[in-house]
C-alpha cells in the first residue's frame, strides 16, 4: 500500500502541476501552483493511511475543478 500511495499521490502532484499551468490568467496560474506546493509539503510528513486517503481524494476533487475550470 505504502508503494503504491506514494506513486499515486506523486502521479497525483504532478497532474495538478501540469494541469494548473493551463490556466491563461497568471494570477489565476501562480496561485493554483503555490497552493499545490505548499500543501503537499504541508502533509508530506502524514504516515496515517486514513489521512492519507482523505487528502488524495481532496486532491483528486481539486484537480476535477482545475481541469473544469481551464
Known sequence: MAASSRAQVLRLYR????????FGSY???TYAIRRIRD?????KNI?????????VNKA???LEVIHRQV
Open 47 to 55: 504516515k496515517d493511511s486514513e489521512k492519507i486517503e482523505e487528502l
Open 39 to 43: 500543501a503537499f509539503r504541508e502533509n
Open 27 to 29: 494570477s489565476y496560474r
Open 15 to 22: 497532474a495538478l502541476l501540469r494541469e494548473s499551468q493551463r
Open 60 to 62: 483528486k476533487a481539486n
